[in-house]
């Protein structure tokens, strides 16, 4: 029983060497002893067993004094004098190696405020009618033709008796509002414009949207006949300081309406943009029929009518277009199978139209953005950030042999690794955080040039924005931690003894990672410069194709809106090109319903006239005179021109090379004088034209008849000879103000106004090489700042070399071969991701070029040549340094 | 000094501590408050009420002798300052005060 007792006269070891974790070490002593005195006492009380049990609960029970005195030493103490002095040290070796500082800050700040003007980019882009309270439930109906199966409309303007119709028959739709787009010229007094956004709408429109007005009353101002809602700058323009309620406007010299409410002016960031809104039930009068109903509230096939509708919060478009269809089928299921055809009419959400929509009847389709472009340069952007990133990683990599020393004094006084990783990523925070100050200085500074280029309107309403804020943090917070977690963990895994003793063989570690780094960095590079070329080659292409049709020195003058008396337009327009010929400087005049470049309304069904009714498929019309051919030097492949000289002309109809083929002819030739059903009559086709491009080198041409109407004067095409263009468009000014008083001289140069429809595709090219260069420039920074300190390392190597009779030339080329294989292997890497993305890209356009061998080479020799001019300067300097210099110090 | 105020624990505590006038050390003061109080508490719980006090400044402490029963280690002994006494004769008179104003259950009781 003694014995026992004496070798068990100390409590359990364990318990001892738990009591000493939880116990402060101030405080075990003391602790220890009281414990260990109870325990001696209850041994010879309660026998070992029983005083062990008490021993080992009784340290459990301290866990209660864990906390007990801890805090001073630890808590507050210790690890706020860390802090302090994590900072410190960052700044001093900020300051201690400015150019490596610089490089790694500047590299970082270029990277965030390329990625930040993307996003602004980005998120304007994405921001269209978002502005309206109801947005996700408000919805664009389209209307989508099939004939035999094929999609002949795919419009985005919807026939105006499906609204009323949807309201009726289908209980998700709250509201539905249909707005009809017009133009025309508008007086007021002696004052007197040409306007484009007028339309015609429905009195819930301004209820649907939130269009709020300055003055007036939402609810009813659209309600009555010839009233008018007029944007705040339309009524600056016309009104001044007046009150512009209860005044009269005169639209195209036949129409009064009033105004009865003044709107906010649309926000650039909608994709409907409106000056005038004029009440629907106007319309409804003008096209009124003899029982009193209004074609602009019952036809089926009329669609000029941009259809919005309300849904109630939380319904499916998908559900919806299901249920619709059946109605749409009990109502129109007969004439589809008589006219041997098939209508639809999905839903869009009105958030999508900007981006993601580029059909027929756009409401602005110039403004129409492309959504797999956004796309692109949201991972531009993210890839930008992360170029700068890896330039962090590489240069602190790199750099990891001169902290070396100070990892080992600090750890030999006691550093724990985890001490260490936190003070290289303060140092990383420190960094990415001036980066990111300095970032927005840019993008402040940088945002109206940013804007001139890209041909957006950002502000700086962003820095008020909590969204924004959020992002800044994050980029902060996962940069941070992205560029410092890995050099962090390289660098506090240093041995102090292997680094004191020399072993740690100069910058080996992370060597593989680092040059994989950089082929990722300059693979991106060449992608971004390949891309840039791509693109800009395809605008090229498009500009310079032959579009069919001569578009230089041509004037444009928009036809008169007011004419008093409609039978003697015809002569009228005869004669005003007859005194417009007179003057020298003009070669040719015509007068047509389009000009190249605009966009097409006027539709019309059209089929051979021995087949059957059903056959009648949907051709586009461009009313011309006799003039209109020779005079845009298009080529008549097969037959002729409209000749004045043949009075039979008026039977007669030219047509496209693509209406032929659409119409199924063998061929132009066997075209001539067959005869179709064209508006409903017998005409015999006497000619054929190319397939010039009347709207776009985007798109496919589409069939086109062009059938003679002297009457259709949208536009006097005024061709100048250039000797005397001043004289010329005075002449023409002064004859057009002679002949049509009451209309204003508008006009355009044709060559403009036809390139204006690849306004966004220049300017995304123009966005892409912006990036592009961002791209290389801190990819650069980061291979100058990676090449000075490979250099460095190896400096006694090449003095020693130097010394033993190596050349200057062969030490170039020992140093630069690692950089040329690196750049050799980005290449390889990049070449075939950039052939498959432009790829996608180039099958948005009609006509397009294919991506050549050249593009990806000159590339690569580009990207090249700009890494080497940038590694060479600092290998040129130390392949001619003095080797004393490099290995005298050892 | 925060925390001015006693809890019932630590003002038992600091009584014991006093009474034991320097030889008050914690397996002493734990057996004291079972002798007295007839209360079974955990030495943690003590050492918990000592330190606190001692931080407070309530207690002072010194260390005792060294000796074989304690596994060589020293004991810290405590004794109360004359902020502590302060606080207790305050404590007092505060109940004194309110055992006055409740004359018929003080004379039940007493």
Known sequence: ?890 | MKGKYLGEFEELVLLVVASLSGEAYAVAVKNEIFKIANRKVNISAVHSALYRLEDKGFLSSDFGAATAVRGGKKKRLFEVTSAGFETLKRMKSVKENLWSQIPQLSFQTL
């Open chain 1, 1 to 890: 029983m003694q014995s026992q007792d004496n070798r068990d006269s100390a409590p359990p070891r364990w318990a001892v060497k738990l009591l000493r974790r939880i116990i402060d070490a101030s405080l075990f002593d003391d602790i220890y002893g009281d414990l260990y005195e109870l325990y001696q006492e209850r041994k010879t009380l309660l026998g070992t067993r029983r005083a062990g049990h008490l021993f080992i609960i009784d340290v459990l029970a301290s866990i209660r004094n864990y906390q007990l005195r801890r805090k001073k030493y630890y808590s507050s103490g210790n690890s706020m004098a860390m802090i302090h002095n994590y900072f410190k040290s960052t700044f001093r070796n900020i300051v201690k190696n400015k150019t490596y500082s610089v490089l790694n800050i500047m590299g970082l700040a270029l990277g965030i405020a390329a990625c930040l003007f993307i996003l602004q980019y980005v998120s304007y882009e994405r921001s269209y009618d978002k502005f309206h309270a109801n947005h996700p439930d408000l919805y664009r109906v389209l209307y989508k033709v099939y004939r035999n199966g094929e999609l002949n409309i795919d419009c985005a303007a919807a026939v105006p008796r499906v609204g009323p119709f949807m309201k009726e028959k289908m209980p998700q739709v709250i509201d539905y509002a249909r707005v009809y787009p017009m133009g025309g010229v508008v007086t007021y007094g002696d004052i007197q414009y040409r306007e484009d956004r007028m339309h015609m709408t429905d009195p819930s429109f301004l209820q649907m949207f939130t269009f709020p007005l300055v003055k007036g009353d939402p609810a009813s101002a659209l309600i009555d006949p010839n009233k008018v809602v007029i944007s705040e700058s339309v009524a600056r323009k016309y009104f001044g300081n007046e009150d512009p309620l209860g005044k009269i406007l005169e639209v195209d010299g036949e129409h009064q309406v009033e105004v009865s409410g003044v709107a906010m002016d649309v926000p650039d960031n909608s994709h409907f943009k409106f000056d005038f809104l004029i009440s629907y039930e106007t319309l409804n009068n003008q096209t009124r029929n003899d029982d009193g109903s209004a074609s602009s509230e019952t036809a089926w096939g009329w669609y000029d009518f941009n259809t919005y509708v309300l849904l109630q919060p939380g319904s499916d478009p998908a559900v919806f277009d299901k249920q619709f269809e059946e109605f749409l089928y009990e109502e129109r299921g007969e004439d589809f199978e008589e006219y041997n055809f098939k209508a639809e009419f999905p839903l869009q959400p009105i958030t999508d139209i900007h981006l993601y929509s580029n059909l027929l009847q756009e409401s602005e389709p110039e403004e129409q953005g492309d959504g797999q472009a956004v796309s692109f340069l949201t991972i531009i952007a993210f890839f930008i950030l992360l170029i700068a990133w890896i330039n962090y990683v590489n240069l602190s990599t790199a750099r990891s042999i001169e902290r070396a020393r100070e990892v080992g004094v600090r750890k030999t006084l006691g550093a724990t690794p985890r001490q260490l990783v936190y003070q290289f990523l303060t140092e990383s925070l420190v960094l990415n955080l001036i980066a990111l100050l300095i970032a927005l200085g840019i993008v402040v500074i940088g945002i109206q040039s940013f804007n001139q280029l890209t041909a957006s309107s950002l502000d700086l309403a962003f820095l008020s924005d909590p969204f924004f804020w959020l992002v800044i943090l994050a980029v902060l917070i996962i940069g941070s931690i992205i560029s410092g977690l890995y050099p962090a963990f390289v660098l506090s895994s240093f041995k102090p003894v292997s680094v004191f003793s020399g072993q740690l063989s100069m910058g080996t570690s992370g060597n593989g990672m680092r040059r994989a780094l950089v082929v990722f960095q300059f693979a991106a590079s060449v992608t971004l410069i390949a891309s840039t070329i791509i693109v800009y080659q395809q605008l090229a292409h498009m500009r310079n194709i032959d579009l069919g049709f001569d578009m230089t020195e041509t004037l444009v003058v928009e036809g008169p809106a007011v004419f008093g008396i409609d039978s003697l337009f015809a002569s009228t327009s005869k004669s005003f090109k007859h005194e417009l010929l007179q003057h020298p400087g003009i070669s040719s005049v015509t007068s047509a319903s389009n000009v190249p470049g605009d966009e097409i309304f006027w539709t019309n069904g059209i089929k051979r006239e021995e087949e059957p009714d059903d056959q009648f498929t949907t051709i586009y019309n461009v009313g011309v005179d006799y003039e209109y051919f020779p005079t845009y030097d298009i080529d008549i492949i097969a037959g002729r021109n409209y000749l004045e000289s043949h009075s039979t002309d008026t039977g007669s109809l030219v047509l496209n090379e693509a209406a032929i083929k659409m119409l199924g002819f063998p061929s132009a030739d066997e075209a001539i004088d067959q005869r179709v059903t064209f508006w409903g009559r017998p005409k015999s086709i006497i000619g054929v034209v190319d397939n010039y491009n009347q709207m776009s080198a985007k798109t496919q041409v589409a069939p086109i008849a062009f059938p003679l109407a002297t009457r259709a004067a949208r536009f006097y095409t005024i061709k100048m000879d250039g000797e005397d263009y001043q004289s010329a468009f005075n002449s023409a000014q002064s004859t057009y103000e002679a002949f049509f008083p009451g209309n204003p001289f508008d006009y355009f140069f044709l060559d403009d106004f036809f390139n204006r429809q690849y306004e966004n595709d220049r300017t995304f090219s123009r966005v892409f090489i912006l990036f592009a260069i961002f791209a290389i420039l801190v990819a650069c920074l980061g291979l100058f700042g990676l090449s000075s300190f490979t250099v460095l390392k190896r400096s006694k190597e090449i003095g020693i070399r130097k010394v033993l009779g190596a050349g200057v030339s062969s030490i170039v080329q020992l140093l630069s071969r690692e950089f040329i294989m690196l750049i050799i292997v980005a290449n390889l890497v990049a070449w075939p991701v950039t052939y498959f993305l432009m790829s996608r890209w180039l099958e948005n356009y009609a006509t397009r070029i294919t991506p050549g061998v050249s593009v990806f080479i000159i590339s690569g020799v580009l990207v090249l040549v700009i890494a080497m001019l940038t590694v060479s300067q600092k290998i040129i300097s130390t392949a001619l340094t003095n080797p004393v210099e490099a290995i005298r110090d050892e």
